[in-house]
Structures are given as structure tokens and as C-alpha cells.
């Protein structure tokens, strides 16, 4: 019997994916544009939590809003409405944004280039984070009725993650969720993570994750 070639498919897509993912920051380092990857589960708050974002910063720095779903253009419609440039991205069914997807994104968006884009990725906590999107920095939201236990679940994107932020956290009461537990879980996966409780329903907790990403901008920017 002959022997069988093995071709390690999964290996080479990422290794092909992550040069394009270095190019494209190469390319926003040149065009001055700070891009976020926002990540989480379907139902965590990111659309509501985008708003808020762009209710703090829109009048300091011009953003672009990326929203990739599966399907639909729900959420495009909905921070459309706050006045800042949007574009809704479709997977055609895939459960992630690579490298390629997110500059097409980006040329989507037009020009001039944004100061701030973010990307709010494929509700899903497995398949986005296994892919460089070629963004600047990371960022996830744990919902609090999700469970403290996420972060022994799915490790992968709690230790890429720049920040955390634990949305929802004026529904505690109502739920079994144990903060400091949830805390160490994420720490115990990434040391270096920055971790913000939230809720970007009332408003609660949203100044510090606003200045922390406001301060990654003008870094980028003077960098």
C-alpha cells in the first residue's frame, strides 16, 4: 500500500493568514488607524456596548464600524443610527473574520481611513479567535449570565485578549456568577489581560474601558 501524503491544512491557512494579518497593521500604522477586534457570544452586549463606546468617542475621533454576522443587517442598522460609518459584513456561513475579510471590510468603509475602526466580530467564542484579523488589539465580553466558568471552557480567547470585559453586571443578583472566581479563571489563562466589570445597559464601569481605549489610540497614533 502506498503511503499517504498528509497535508496540515488548518496549519497553512493560519500561517498564510497571519502575514496578511501583518500587512494589514502595516498598512493601518501607515493610514493612522487604530483597529479593535471585538469579540464574544451571541446575546453577550457587543452592539450595545458599541454604542456607548461610540457615545463617548465620536466627537474626539472619527470611527468605522465593521458588523459581520452570518446573516442579516440588524445591528449595522442599529449603530448606523448613531451617525458614524458603518458597513455590515456577511460570512456567507462562516463563523469568523480572517485577515482578508476585515481589509475588505476596511476598503468598504471608505476614505478618509477612521481614526478608530472596530470590528464586531461573529457571535461565537471557539472560531474568531482563532484567527489574526490583523487588528491592534483584542477585546472580548463575558456576559454574566454566561457563567464564571467560560474561561476553563474556552481558554483560547480569554489569552489572546487585550481586555475582558464582564458585561451585565447589574443582572448579578439575579444569577450565579461569582466575580472574583471569573477574575482568577481569566488571569490563570492571561496574566496581562485588563479586566473591566460593566454594564453598558446603565452605564456602570464604561469610563474606564472608554479611557483605556482611548489611550491605545493616541499611542498608536504617536507610536
Not at 54 to 79: C, F, N, P, Q, Y
Request: neutral net charge.
Amino acid at each position: 500500500m502506498k503511503n499517504i501524503r498528509v497535508l496540515e491544512v488548518k496549519q497553512n491557512v493560519l500561517d498564510d493568514n497571519n502575514k496578511q494579518a501583518d500587512a494589514l497593521r502595516r498598512s493601518l500604522k501607515s493610514q493612522q488607524t487604530f483597529l479593535l477586534n471585538l469579540m464574544s457570544s451571541p446575546g453577550s452586549g457587543k452592539t450595545t456596548t458599541l454604542l456607548r463606546t461610540i457615545e463617548h468617542l465620536k466627537k474626539t475621533w472619527k470611527i468605522g464600524i465593521m458588523e459581520a454576522d452570518i446573516d442579516s443587517d440588524v445591528d449595522a442598522r442599529t449603530i448606523a443610527q448613531t451617525g458614524v460609518s458603518t458597513i455590515q459584513l456577511h460570512t456567507g456561513g462562516m463563523c469568523h473574520l480572517d485577515a482578508a475579510m476585515t481589509r475588505q471590510g476596511l476598503e468598504g468603509l471608505g476614505t478618509p481611513s477612521p481614526d478608530l475602526a472596530i470590528l464586531e466580530n461573529v457571535g461565537n467564542l471557539v472560531c474568531p479567535a482563532e484567527f489574526d484579523t490583523g487588528a491592534v488589539k483584542n477585546a472580548m465580553i463575558l456576559s454574566v449570565p454566561e457563567g464564571d466558568d467560560k474561561p476553563l471552557k474556552y481558554p483560547l480567547m480569554f489569552s489572546i485578549s487585550d481586555v475582558v470585559l464582564i458585561n451585565k453586571i447589574d443582572s448579578a443578583a439575579c444569577f450565579d456568577f461569582d466575580l472574583a472566581a471569573c477574575q482568577k479563571y481569566i488571569k490563570d489563562r492571561n496574566p496581562k489581560a485588563l479586566i473591566f466589570p460593566i454594564s453598558a445597559k446603565t452605564g456602570e464601569g464604561i469610563n474606564q474601558w472608554i479611557n483605556w481605549l482611548d489611550e491605545q489610540i493616541r499611542l498608536w497614533k504617536k507610536s
